[in-house]
C-alpha cells in the first residue's frame, strides 16, 4: 500500500516532529482538561486541533483525550492524574481550576492554560513574557467595567443590575470587587446573585425577577458558557436584557456580548500545542492576551424585548445578528 493510501485510511495522522519525549505515536496524545461540561463547548477542542493542524508544517493532526469536571473543581486533581496516566504529550486547561490542578499533578508534562485573570498572581507563571516551568498559555481581562458601562448605555433606566456569579470559580474575588469598585464610581446598584449550578440559575433569576432587576451581567466563567442556552433562555421568557463575555451568547440567542473570541484563543492555544511539540520550551513561550474584543449585538433578541439599540452603539458593533 502506498504511503498517501495509508494515511488516507488512518484519519490523516502522520509522523509530528516531537523532540521532548521518545516513540511518540504518529498523532500524538493530547488531554484536554475543563472545569465546565462537554455541552455546548466541544468546538473549541475542535479550536484547538485546528489551530495545531494550521500551524504544523506538514499538517498533521492531533489525538486529544478529554477530561470534564462538570462544573465539580473537587473532580479535577483525580481527572487530571487520568490524564497523566494516559502518557500524554501535553495537557491544554481551561478554567483556572483546572490549570492549577494540572500544574499541581506534573511538573514535567506542558500544560497550555487558557484563563481570565492574571496567571502570575494565580501562581501559574513566574512572569507573562518568561513564565517558567512547564505551564504557558493564554490569558484575558475579566472587562467586567467596560461591560457594564455598554449595558448602562444600552438600559440607562436600569436602577439595578442583576451580577450572576459562580462562587467556586477561584478568579471571581478580584473580578467582583472590580465590577463593585466600577459600579460605585458610575453610581449604579448592583445586585450579586450566586448562579453556580443550573438549579442556582434557576433560583438567581427568580430573586433578579422579584427585586425588579432592570438588567443582567454574566461574569466569566466557563460553567456559563456550558450552560449559555439556559441562561439565554431564561434571560428571554423573564424579559431581562443581559450582557454576555463570548460571541457564542448572542449567536444563541443572548441580547448582547463584549469580549474575545472564545473559539479563536483556543485556536491559538492549539498553535502552541503544536510549537511544543516540535520541541520548543513552554518555559520560553510568552503568555499570549488578545488584542482584539468584539461588540456583537442581537437585533432580533432586542425586538423582541422591545428594546431600542442606540445608534451610536450598534455603530460601534463588531457584528449585528439580525
Not at 455541552?39 to 479550536?47: D, P, T, Y
Amino acid at each position: 500500500m502506498k504511503r498517501r493510501n495509508f494515511i488516507a485510511l488512518t484519519g490523516g495522522a502522520v509522523a509530528w516532529p516531537f523532540v521532548a519525549r521518545a516513540q511518540q505515536p504518529e498523532a500524538p496524545l493530547v488531554g484536554f482538561l475543563h472545569v465546565a461540561s462537554a455541552k455546548g463547548l466541544l468546538h473549541i477542542i475542535e479550536a484547538v486541533r485546528q489551530g495545531a493542524k494550521e500551524a504544523n508544517p506538514s499538517g498533521a493532526t492531533i489525538t486529544i483525550e478529554s477530561r470534564w469536571a462538570e462544573g465539580r473543581n473537587d473532580r479535577l486533581p483525580a481527572l487530571a492524574a487520568e490524564l497523566i496516566e494516559r502518557r500524554v504529550s501535553a495537557i491544554v486547561t481551561g478554567g483556572l481550576a483546572a490549570s492549577l490542578a494540572a500544574k499541581a499533578a506534573t511538573a514535567t508534562i506542558p500544560i497550555v492554560f487558557i484563563n481570565g485573570g492574571d496567571p502570575v498572581t494565580d501562581g501559574l507563571v513566574s512572569s507573562l513574557s518568561r513564565p517558567g516551568g512547564n505551564v504557558t498559555g493564554m490569558c484575558f481581562m475579566a472587562l467586567g467595567p467596560k461591560r457594564l458601562e455598554l449595558m448602562r448605555e444600552l438600559v440607562p433606566q436600569a436602577a439595578l443590575i442583576a451580577l450572576f456569579v459562580n462562587p467556586d470559580n477561584p478568579t471571581l474575588g478580584p473580578e467582583l470587587q472590580e465590577m463593585e469598585t466600577a459600579a460605585n464610581a458610575m453610581g449604579q446598584k448592583l445586585l450579586v446573585l450566586e448562579a453556580g449550578t443550573p438549579q442556582a440559575i434557576d433560583a438567581a433569576f427568580v430573586t433578579l425577577v422579584q427585586r425588579r432587576a432592570g438588567a443582567l451581567l454574566i461574569t466569566v466563567d466557563a460553567n456559563f458558557n456550558a450552560r449559555r442556552d439556559q441562561l439565554v433562555a431564561l434571560a428571554a421568557k423573564h424579559a431581562v436584557p443581559a450582557m454576555y463575555y463570548a460571541r457564542e451568547f448572542a449567536a444563541s440567542g443572548g441580547l448582547v456580548s463584549y469580549g474575545p473570541n472564545i473559539t479563536e484563543i483556543y485556536r491559538q492555544v492549539g498553535g502552541y500545542v503544536a510549537r511544543i511539540l516540535a520541541g520548543a520550551n513552554p518555559a520560553e513561550l510568552p503568555v499570549l492576551q488578545p488584542t482584539k474584543f468584539d461588540l456583537v449585538i442581537n437585533t432580533k433578541a432586542a425586538k423582541a424585548l422591545g428594546l431600542t439599540i442606540p445608534r451610536l452603539l450598534l455603530a460601534r458593533a463588531n457584528q449585528v445578528i439580525e
